[in-house]
């Protein structure tokens, strides 16, 4: 009886060594086709997906590749979940959590599971079956460094209004870049590993904890950049207010994203967002206006509009950030990756004259220092990056896409008050003279005139495909490339003048002359000579300053100078946190 019994025993025991085998070879086969399941949904997520991604489309993409790999739906069922691979807890151990909202994503978790009999040859009743389950996420993302600060913009000549700005900022009166200088400073790059090394800190998040005066001196000693662009930055890293600005005042990292230490930072952004950052600092004096002195010889002025001198005031409301992150949005619904143009407004001042003028072959008229005083906000912005067509099989680039909400512009008559708002208000004044028998009779002031401006260029939300795509792979020599998108703005083209210009005569009669007959003509020629002079500052001054800055009346531009696609990351069996964010 005992040899029939062991007989027995050694055969179910070999049934179950087999049944285990077979069980082992089926998780391992389940557990292959979530690999390929996840990692074909991954590029689908928010963070690579491009402009159109959708639940839909990441489930047929992982059921897709199950498929392919062998799933057969009637065997089990094949879960797709969105969701964020992340170390929630900072214990360095990732784990999967889903989110309401696919535009969170940065990863997919597929979930396969099946029932299977313990055994194929001996009695399932006896038996029973197992649940089997095995999982596996796949992260894929793309982070740019991206930023609204003038980097694309470049201003061109010989910087006379960059100068001007620099030489306030810096306490060096006169102060101006040469061409070449400019040209150095538009085009040079830094690499955050050079940063790092030269401020001896190991990341990122060390580096936004040190103050702005050492990032000014570590770009002028790591920043390729002219010898005269080196001085200015140490200059920079010495000025006046530079002690309170902060590394992360200029560099904006979202939170938990990885930034590889070849990442390049345009340092002519960085520059201008350091040098608005001091400006906000300086400006707190009386007004709240930071002056800037003109060369009006420098600003080729058109000579119709006859002015004769400009003052020009600055007022910085919020200096632009170079950001660096995802192309997705937070569990509130936000994107995470927000970029902003400088919120800057111009006060100014023109001195303007009409040389004398024969009207209707009965008088002269002449106009000596008008004071025209203007206000202008040039508008600015903010933008998101929204979408990343992440680079996949032999293309090596990405698509992105950014959302700009630019804000609207406005000039008016008037000032600004101390915290850089518009204050519309007329100019009213007793101008003009006119005389008869070459001066021998004069009146003078000839009217009281009562002159408005009050123009507007709309806000625009607008969502822009930069283009060409952007180019991961960074030369030894040539560096990284750059991508960035330029809407300036049409200026004063763009706006609707609303000039409205009203006059009474202080004096009936001139020498026996009625002088009702000259009041429309004098009209018109006040008339134009405001919007001859609003027109060529426009052309001269307001806008190539605030494209300086990185704004126009407006516009605003983008420039996307790096990007850092790691290589897609698969985790078997990974931990799921149970709520979503």
Request: hydrophobic share 45%; charged share 15%.
């Amino acid at each position: 009886m005992i040899t029939p019994l062991l007989l027995l025993i050694v055969v179910i025991l070999s049934v179950m060594a087999l049944d285990g085998a077979r069980l082992y070879m089926l998780r391992g086969e389940m557990q292959a086709q979530v690999n390929v399941a996840a990692q074909a949904a991954a590029g689908e997520a928010q963070s690579c997906g491009g402009q159109f991604v959708s639940t839909a489309v990441i489930q047929s993409r992982a059921l897709a590749a199950a498929q392919a790999q062998g799933f057969n739906a009637e065997d089990g069922t094949l879960q797709v979940q969105v969701g964020l691979i992340e170390d929630a807890d900072g214990s360095n151990v990732l784990s999967f959590r889903p989110v309401n909202f696919v535009e969170e994503s940065n990863a997919v978790l597929v979930t396969y599971t099946r029932s299977e009999p313990i055994s194929l040859l001996l009695p399932e009743s006896t038996f029973g079956t197992l649940e089997m389950s095995v999982n596996a996420a796949a992260r894929k993302e793309v982070t740019a460094t991206i930023s609204a600060a003038g980097g694309t913009a470049g201003v061109g000549g010989d910087g006379s209004l960059l100068g001007s700005l620099l030489g306030v900022v810096l306490n060096q009166p006169g102060f101006s870049l040469d061409p070449t200088s400019l040209d150095s400073l538009e085009n040079a790059t830094v690499q955050l590993g050079d940063l790092l090394s030269t401020l001896g800190v190991d990341d990122l998040t060390e580096l936004l904890g040190l103050d702005a005066d050492q990032l000014a001196s570590a770009i002028a000693d790591v920043g390729g950049v002219a010898a005269p662009v080196a001085s200015l930055l140490d200059d920079i890293a010495t000025s006046q207010g530079i002690e309170t600005i902060k590394v992360s005042d200029v560099i904006e990292v979202v939170e938990a994203t990885s930034v590889p230490e070849d990442s390049e930072f345009p340092v002519y952004d960085l520059v201008i967002s350091l040098v608005l950052n001091l400006a906000e600092q300086q400006q707190a004096g009386e007004g709240g206006v930071l002056a800037l002195p003109l060369n009006i010889n420098d600003l080729n002025i058109p000579l119709i509009a006859d002015i004769e001198t400009v003052d020009l005031g600055l007022h910085v409301g919020e200096p632009p950030t170079v950001a660096i992150g995802p192309a997705r949005q937070d569990a509130d619904g936000n994107w995470r990756t927000q970029f902003y143009a400088p919120d800057v407004t111009l006060q100014l001042r023109a001195s303007a004259e009409i040389l004398p003028i024969n009207i209707l072959g009965l008088v002269t008229f002449s106009l000596a220092d008008l004071e025209i005083p203007l206000a202008v906000n040039a508008g600015g912005g903010r933008g998101y990056l929204v979408a990343a067509d992440c680079a996949a099989g032999s293309s090596n680039t990405v698509e992105f896409t950014v959302d700009l909400e630019r804000e609207v512009a406005r000039i008016v008559t008037g000032s600004l008050d101390s915290e850089g708002e518009l204050q519309s208000s007329p100019l009213d004044a007793d101008v003009g003279r006119v005389s008869l028998l070459f001066g021998l009779l004069s009146i003078d002031p000839l009217l009281h005139l009562d002159a408005e401006l009050d123009g507007t260029v709309p806000g625009v939300a607008e969502t822009v495909v930069l283009d060409p795509r952007y180019d991961l792979y960074c030369d030894p020599l040539a560096g990284c490339a750059e991508v960035g998108y330029e809407d300036l703005g049409s200026g004063l083209a763009g706006l609707n003048l609303g000039l409205t210009v009203n006059a009474s005569l202080l004096e009936g009669t001139l020498g026996g002359i009625s002088l009702g007959q000259v009041l429309n003509p004098v009209v018109d020629l006040v008339e134009g000579l405001l919007a001859d002079v609003v027109v060529s500052l426009g052309d001269a001054l307001i806008n190539p300053l605030l494209r300086t800055l990185g704004v126009g009346l407006g516009g605003i531009s983008v420039n996307v100078s790096a990007a850092n696609q790691d290589a897609i990351q698969v985790i078997e069996n990974i931990t799921v946190a149970s709520g979503q964010g």
